[in-house]
């Protein structure tokens, strides 16, 4: 799947004037550091400039740092311990070197005992597609879950599945989970053998599936799994099962929870990231602004001049078959006429449109993105261990999966409110 990347948005480097205003602003929702003497620096951190880690705990989100009463202090003090560290990884590109540095990350932040996870790819301009994906494969269990469609200008309609990451050999294992780390791989080599041979040369036996076979062709002869989130928008599965199979609960119940932030700047291959675990049900939620819009795949062919000419060549679609490219009148809500574009849509609404706070704590939708983690948590924590109730809302739109991350976003947003009434 070749691609060479646009970048629509470089990521964000604050000037002095900026960061003033920047400082500003949140002057008016964070107090001085002398007003919050309790805040606490990060006894975890590492990284470059391509992906930098950090452990967070909830008190790390601002709404704490100038709220208070019994809401807040007893939800500190009930989740005391381990079970609060929050891992916060931000990913600036995706490229070998993210790749490398995300598994670092997870082992270091495994190792201090984070208990779920905040993604940050704002401003990520994507990159290599193969390398998102490739990080995306290893926070998903089924080796047949599908990544991304791709659909090429000469009609071809292509899957692209985890098992396609298993075979490769930096394939990290499945992460973020109490499961064996090798428990995706040996479902392959019981399903497939085959794929996990090596031939002479070194290079994996993996056959990559039809460009022109039909998608229930493709469910038929390798097993593809429906995506298990934006079920309401998707017209080929609009509708399933709201009971889930016990060992499918126990799965997800060993997932770690994610939540990812994003916004306007996050655009191609992070794009595959964000939709391909959102659709299929490995997130919290998303928080942020709408994303930037671009799933084209392009060449760009070199000119006598020097110059070059990039070709538009396939584009992508999510695993809930949703395109995030739209053009005429796609761009158009159906229903209201309103000009909505394209992109990937947040369940929680936080703009960054000031820039991203060099300190992680100070960022309001690393705030909100703690929050709904928390919130999240307590909702499993109050669900029987045998009931779909907890796991759903990690699993998209599926059985109201939407709605719960709606009702964590107000929630989160009331906290907001009520902090500022307090000031």
Known sequence: ?????????????????????????????????????????????????????????????????????????????????????????????????????????????EAAGAQSYIFDVRNNYGGIVQESMLTASSLLRDPHTVLCYTLNSRGGFAPHDVEEYIVDTRYPGYLLSSEEKDVSYEIVKR??????????????????????????????????????????????????????????????????????????????????????????????????????????????????DGGGLRLTVAEYLTPSLQHVTKVGGAQYDQNTGDFVGGGVRPDIYCPSNQGIPSRVGADICVGMALDALEEATVKEMASSPDSDDGAVGRRGGANGGGARRRTIGDGTQERYQKGLAQR
């Open 1 to 109: 799947l070749p691609t060479i990347s646009v970048e629509p948005l470089k990521s964000y480097k604050s000037t002095n004037a900026q960061e003033k205003v920047a400082n500003a602003l949140l002057s008016e929702v964070v107090p001085p550091a002398s007003a919050a003497p309790d805040v606490k620096t990060p006894f975890i951190t590492g990284g470059n400039n391509v992906v930098h880690w950090e452990m967070l705990t909830p008190d790390d989100s601002i709404f704490r740092k100038y709220m208070s009463g019994p809401e807040v202090g007893g939800a500190t003090d009930t989740n005391a311990g381990d079970t609060n560290k929050v891992g916060y990884i931000r990913f600036t590109r995706f490229s070998r070197l993210s790749t490398a540095g995300y598994i670092k990350a997870i082992e270091e932040l």
């Open 191 to 304: 399903d497939d053998p085959e794929f996990v041979k090596v031939d002479q040369n070194g290079k994996s036996q993996w056959v990559p599936p039809s460009s022109y076979a039909s998608i229930r062709e493709q469910r038929m002869k390798r097993n593809y799994n429906r995506p298990t989130g934006m079920a309401g928008v998707n017209p080929f599965h609009a509708k399933y099962s709201r009971n889930l199979a016990a060992d499918e609960i126990k799965q997800i119940r060993a997932q770690k929870n994610i939540v990812i932030l994003m916004n306007e700047g996050t655009a191609s291959a992070a794009e595959v990231f964000v939709s391909s675990l959102h659709d299929n049900g490995r997130t919290v939620a998303l928080v942020g602004t709408k994303t930037y819009g671009k799933g084209l795949i392009q060449h760009t062919f070199p000119m006598p």
